[in-house]
């Protein structure tokens, strides 16, 4: 009881001290709860059989009926296959390069040639996603710039976005492009923070330049990569599906459907929203425990966890 009570004044002690920081973050803690709490009663969809007229609360119960009829249809294995896939090409490539990319951007000398390379890196990010998915497109076709460099190899030119083959090569390498510049600012930053005074030791132990980014240098930003990791892997079965909405066709659906995809046509263009909520949810808890896991091994093996 007494315990209780000094909780209960520390706290109102703390609201008091902190009442403007507490004010302003009012409006975010609305807004998570307005558009990301309040809209999970929605989940039950995935275990009723949804209409219209009933709406979510009236709609009779179907039980596991749409997650059965998921994992039993032709198409289960293709876009989980394809969604683990192109997910984990893309972490292979897009995770480590944007470190490689900080690291030689923190060994140049001259300012203006960074930040030279710096804003030429950051501007595909702000690019409209249309227009970077038009651009790729006219790059692939038979007569595109990227086919015609090949046609100069000996790879017979042909528009690239019709050959499943070829899709998850030009959806990474097109990625890495929009994000290298934009996800290195992270690591930039942490490199800012780095002790220039363990260069300084390094190098009076006799460390060149590649030693003391190998010594001093990564185990410094060890964290911040080793969390940036435990979020990306939380996000390895959401495959963004409206840069391959845009990209994709029906010649090519056999590497090219996704989760998020199957579920949009199924929702949107089929309005069968039971069942596309039934795996949408599949596809949450999934992501949910693979951050709980890689969480709980990164806690043990380097003590840097999100919790």
Known sequence: ??????????????????????????????????????????????????NFGAGIWGSPWAGLE????????????RTIRNTMLLSLYTILVTFPLPIVFALLLNEVKSKLFKRTIQTVSYLPHFISLVVI??????????????????????VPAETMLQDPARFRSIYVVSDLWQTLGWNSIIYL???????PTLYDAAAVDGAGRFRR??????????PTIIIMFILR??????????????????????????ISTFVY????????????????????????????????ISDKVSETSLW
Request: with cysteine; net charge positive; charged share 15%.
């Open 233 to 258: 892997v939380g996000q390895f079965m959401s495959v963004g599906y409206d840069k391959i909405l845009l990209l994709y066709n029906s010649s090519i659906y056999e590497t090219a459907d996704v």
């Open 1 to 50: 009881m007494n315990r209780t009570r000094h909780i209960l004044r520390d706290l109102r002690r703390d609201l008091v001290k902190n009442r403007w920081i507490y004010i302003m973050a009012i409006p975010v803690i609305a807004f998570y709860i307005l558009f990301s709490y309040i809209p999970m009663a929605g989940v039950q969809i995935a275990f009723k059989d949804y």
């Open 133 to 154: 998915c038009g651009i790729i497109k006219e790059f692939t076709q038979s007569t595109g710039l990227v086919s015609s460099l090949l046609a100069m190899v000996g």
């Open 66 to 77: 749409h997650f059965i009829a998921f994992f039993s249809g032709p198409y289960a294995w």
């Open 213 to 222: 980014v190998l010594h001093v240098t990564i185990p410094a930003i060890m």
């Open 189 to 195: 930053a942490a490199l800012s923070g780095v002790d």
């Open 265 to 296: 046509r199924k929702g949107v263009v089929e309005s069968n929203f039971s069942f596309s909520a039934a795996v949408g949810l599949f596809n949450s808890i999934v992501n949910f425990f693979l951050v709980v896991i890689v969480n709980k």
